[in-house]
């Protein structure tokens, strides 16, 4: 059992006893026997850690933290987690600091000690490479079978191997080696050295815009100043060229830089300060840090999904982006779940394409959606060139169902280009019932925050992404899909290699020169993340 010393007044009485009767630091590891309650059980950690554990420990032995040196060494790595959005006293930072005192006063570093300060070891290098344990129960992420099961035990053993020689190379090679961690991680440490504690909050009104003047505009150049979205600018009050009528003014140059904040948050862009925008803007320094936080850890959490070929739906952002090797090939608009029919979070894989695809409606569309559009217009069905079939596919009329309660009915929309799917699907197995796929409703692609869709991912320009996937493995494949696509017939056609797709959300990222852009959170899944990432 892995146990850690927790009790200083006995540590005390411990050390008053090793001075009295003389002993020498290996007879007290050897011989000394600690009380039941000198020692607790480690917190609880999965059997990927526990597996680690027990390996680390049968390879370095009992006397690896015997070291001043080593245990400082550890101490400083645990302490620059706090630049991956990681606590440091959650590894036990305070407690290990004791135990190295203990070891410098004494000569020894008790075994539950050693226990201890092994399970910080490891547990700080697997919350870097797989994401904190206590977070794996908010934004679960389905993942179909056929994808294998990561063996995180040896992976996590692989690791800790390494400190072995050089603890702070364990602890780099632990984190994501992913660019965009990287530009995340440098604008978070960029940020916390350099914002403020907070900045001026723009009261509420009438939309601002060119041509205004408000002593909230004044407020709102100090607010995009804090920024450097406009040159800072101290107190102009009594600067004949720029006084109080000057800054309150509302101005083209100030709508310029609004332009530039809207298109930083995702927003409109329109350089006016709506409700939209005056809410972001009022957003503090120390809510920003945190939602930075939160999409470290996703990041994390998602590094080992993200392979050099890959489809991946950034669903926060609304957009998709194919990577072929590590390139980027192809990037697209989508429209993805509202709020209340979130698309979900998963790991597939593209097999197949249906051309010119038929739509079954689901039931829940159906009886959400289509069943009161039908009581109010009874044209409805036929001008959108929907058909109505029993239980045993025998289509029907309108007039043989019940619509006031129709049962044992099933409704599908013949293709064509008024269908709900457009000229295109694309499939992956996943337990929703979710897909991508072309729409007709194309004009929803001019918008910012495209949350449109009940669950599924529409997709702008479908049947170019589509090329792209098959010419990824076989230019000639896509030949035979042109041929199905000019008759009009609906068929579907297999990929001549399945290409990896990742539904993942995210709600900040940065570029390479450390500018920070923030998505919406939809979905309001932040705040949970954030306490379980705060958890202890």
């Not at 290996?26 to 917190?43: G, Y």
Request: net charge negative; aromatic share 8%.
């Amino acid at each position: 059992m892995y146990v850690f010393y927790t009790n200083h007044h006995n540590r005390t009485l411990l050390a008053a006893l090793l001075m009295l009767v003389g002993f020498m630091p290996i007879m007290v590891q050897a011989n000394f026997r600690m009380e039941p309650d000198d020692c607790q059980p480690l917190p609880p950690h999965d059997s990927a850690l526990g597996e680690a554990l027990t390996a680390f420990d049968n390879t370095v032995g009992d006397d690896f933290w015997q070291s001043d040196q080593r245990l400082r060494a550890l101490m400083a790595q645990l302490q620059t987690l706090e630049d991956d959005g990681l606590e440091p006293d959650h590894y036990f930072l305070p407690v290990l600091e004791a135990i190295r005192q203990f070891h410098a006063t004494w000569g020894v570093v008790l075994p539950c000690d050693a226990d201890l300060a092994s399970y910080a070891y490891l547990s700080a290098l697997a919350d870097l490479r797989f994401g904190r344990q206590e977070t794996q129960e908010t934004e679960q992420i389905w993942y179909a079978p056929m994808l294998g099961e990561r063996r995180r035990g040896t992976e996590l053993n692989a690791l800790a191997s390494l400190g072995q020689d050089n603890l702070a190379l364990a602890f780099e090679q632990a984190r994501p080696e992913l660019d965009r961690y990287a530009h995340l991680r440098d604008a978070y440490i960029t940020a916390r050295e350099h914002l403020p504690e907070s900045w001026p909050v723009i009261p509420g009104g009438d939309t601002l815009e060119v041509g205004m003047q408000s002593s909230r505009v004044g407020l709102l150049r100090q607010r995009l100043s804090a920024e450097h979205y406009l040159p800072e600018t101290g107190d102009t009050s009594s600067d004949a060229d720029t006084g109080p009528e000057t800054n309150n003014l509302f101005d083209a140059s100030l709508s310029l830089a609004i332009e530039e904040f809207q298109r930083r948050h995702y927003l409109d862009v329109d350089g006016k300060v709506g409700a939209q925008t005056l809410e972001q803007l009022n957003i503090q320094p120390a809510e920003r840090l945190e939602q930075i936080r939160a999409n470290l850890e996703r990041l994390r959490r998602l590094a080992a999904d993200m392979e050099e070929t890959l489809l991946l739906v950034d669903i926060a952002a609304a957009k998709l982006e194919f990577y072929r090797k590590g390139e980027l090939a192809w990037s697209g608009r989508a429209q993805v779940g509202r709020p209340l029919r979130q698309t979900p979070k998963l790991k597939s894989v593209i097999t197949h394409i249906t051309v010119n695809p038929s739509w079954t409606i689901p039931t829940s569309i159906f009886v959400r959606d289509q069943l009161p559009r039908i009581r109010r217009n009874p044209d409805y069905l036929n001008q959108r060139n929907i058909s109505i079939y029993n239980n045993r596919g025998e289509e029907l009329a309108m007039s043989e169902v019940n619509w006031s309660n129709p049962r044992g009915i099933l409704l599908r929309q013949a293709p064509g280009p008024n269908n709900a799917l457009g000229e295109v699907v694309i499939r992956f197995s996943n337990p929703f019932a979710v897909y991508l796929h072309d729409t007709p409703t194309a004009w929803l692609f001019n918008t910012n925050n495209r949350f449109y869709s009940s669950g599924c991912v529409r997709v702008e320009d479908a049947m170019t992404l589509a090329q792209a996937l098959f010419e990824a493995s076989s230019p000639q494949a896509w030949q035979a899909v042109e041929q199905v696509r000019a008759s009009g017939a609906s068929q579907n056609v297999h990929l001549p290699r399945s290409v990896p797709v990742l539904l993942a959300y995210w709600t900040v990222e940065a570029d390479p020169d450390g500018v920070l852009r923030y998505r919406p959170d939809p979905y309001r899944d932040d705040p949970e993340l954030l306490a379980g990432l705060s958890q202890d």
